[in-house]
């Protein structure tokens, strides 16, 4: 079923996306054009401090509002996903996990773009505060885990990953 | 909380995907730069007979193996999203639904994509083959959702659209 990459252009190399024009072999011998977005990939975090998760409200351009998720953040170039999710949760919320545990992961839309988003709960969680990146603007908030379930399922919850994760430890918890 | 776009640049027009340079305006009004991929948005459906859940298996280059994912296709420009669904469940796996609801939706990356993906649950089956699209090798799979939730609890299934739909039907079926 695999297709073979047998030419690639470069369009376009950004500050953290960068896209490629593909052609492709396909299982049956013939050619086709594939787009890809090349992503360094990332990781988000549930962080619970007792029954509740720590959240995050920010102004997201490409879904036009204000979305509430939990905290994330993209990987620099060959850094490790579990010290990348200590410093985004550091960033974002003010806290540092004592545990943090991997969730497994997801590709979030896997049929144009690479990037593979590293899920974990964050527990035993101790104050640190760290300055936050130049242009984020980013409101913390506070719910219990039940609360952000009763939104999942009331279609109020919109970010993917937040939701994939939410469910995740909610089950794990049988809320 | 919200930015402003003071200036586009389209970067590149493709067949599904569009990649534009946006300047924008931060809440505190100093300038920024956002790379921003347009896409139509798609649908993705659970699709239930009896227990088990009808699925596909497909190569995605973007992951670079194949994956195990609920079927799922892209909004043709102005199409209805329950319509859309109703063709890609054809497609894909050969039923038509008899009631579809839905599932709310998911930005799959609210960072960097417009996609919006539709999730529908999909009940009273009924057989009714549709061509495919020529440039699609999908092979249907079905198994209890019992299963697909144990496959995710245990990290074998990475495609977030999946995850998420699953996980809100278990829910509302107590699985």
């Known amino acids: 079923m ?3 990459i047998t030419h690639e252009e470069r369009v376009y190399d950004g500050r953290v ?3 490629a024009l593909l052609d492709v072999t396909l299982p049956n011998g013939s050619a086709a054009k594939r ?3 090349r992503h360094p990939g990332a990781v988000a975090v549930v962080a619970l401090i007792g029954e509740d998760v720590l959240m995050v409200r ?4 490409a879904a036009g509002q204000v979305m509430l998720e939990i905290p994330a953040g993209t990987l ?3 850094e490790d996903p579990l010290l990348c999710a200590e410093r985004e949760l550091q960033e974002e919320t003010g806290y540092r996990p004592g545990a943090l545990e991997s969730l497994g992961g997801i590709f979030v839309a896997p049929g144009y773009t690479t990037e593979f988003i590293h899920l974990f709960l ?4 101790i104050e640190s505060r760290l300055a936050m990146d130049a242009d984020e603007f980013i409101e913390p908030a506070r719910m ?3 609360e ?3 939104m999942i399922e009331r279609g109020e919850i919109q970010d993917g990953k937040t939701i994939t994760a939410a469910l995740k430890v909610a089950r794990r918890l049988g809320i």
């Open 144 to 146: 219990p885990l039940r």
């Open 58 to 61: 920010q102004f997201r351009i």
């Open 17 to 19: 996306i960068h896209l």
């Open 35 to 37: 787009e890809l977005v």
């Open 148 to 150: 952000l379930v009763a």
């Open 76 to 78: 620099n170039p060959g």
């Open 2 to 4: 695999r297709e073979i």
């Open 122 to 125: 964050a527990t035993g969680l």
